[in-house]
T-cell receptor, first 114, second 113 residues
């Protein structure tokens, strides 16, 4: 069965520092991968997605993610974090042919110190 | 911009009550979804709909039902609310089936006493 693991429940970084949020998936075929962000009191917003092609994907708000098939990973990165990036981040994988039905990870809460 | 709205941000109900959560999208999207979000569990799919009057079960449909009488509106129904249904409920929609971005509403935090 497909699954998504986000090993870090809570991460704290200083403003201006680099960021990497980890995501590992379990899936037999080529996965459809997503990163969503949930700001306090808001719904989820798509940051970026990977379906095929270039394994380095650029998203909104300066985020990028790299698909590594050999490691079953899709880690989210940002070179310099801003205080407004404090939020909860969810990795998700689309199931087989129907990516509407997503499996979400448990989320990583990012705290940013000034 | 796509807008997905949910009827209430906060809701408090008593055990055994029938509860309706409403979701409306304004972008003529075909597909709509209901999730519940719990700490440590992420988002789990309850039900989804690909068309008016059409519904399919997600991963955790027990204790819930849905209704989609109009394309823009998707309702989640708790027939007899229980305390273990206390949660954050999120609605989402997509224009197309398959590889499409899901647009989420702000969520309804339901407390069942």
């Amino acid at each position: 069965a497909q699954s998504v693991t986000q090993p870090d429940i809570h991460i704290t970084v200083s403003e201006g520092a680099s960021l990497e949020l980890r995501c590992n998936y379990s899936y037999g075929a080529t996965p459809y991968l997503f990163w969503y962000v949930q700001s306090p009191g808001q719904g989820l917003q798509l940051l970026l997605k990977y379906f095929s092609g270039d394994t380095l994907v650029q998203g909104i708000k300066g985020f990028e993610a790299e698909f590594k098939r050999s490691q079953s990973s899709f880690n989210l990165r940002k070179p310099s974090v801003h205080w407004s990036d404090a939020a909860e981040y969810f990795c998700a994988v689309g199931r087989s042919y129907n990516t509407d039905k997503l499996i979400f990870g448990t989320g990583t809460r990012l705290q940013v110190f000034p | 911009d796509v807008k997905v709205t949910q009827s209430s941000r906060y809701l408090v109900k008593r055990t055994g009550e029938k509860v309706f959560l409403e979701c409306v999208q304004d972008m003529d999207h075909e597909n709509m979804f209901w999730y519940r979000q719990d700490p440590g569990l992420g988002l789990r799919l309850i039900y989804f709909s690909y068309d008016v009057k059409m519904k399919e079960k997600g991963d955790i449909p027990e204790g819930y039902s849905v209704s989609r009488e109009k394309k823009e509106r998707f309702s989640l129904i708790l027939e007899s609310a229980s305390t273990n249904q206390t949660s954050m409920y999120l609605c989402a929609s997509t224009k197309l089936r398959g590889t499409d971005t899901q647009y989420f509403g702000p969520g309804t935090r339901l407390t069942v006493l």
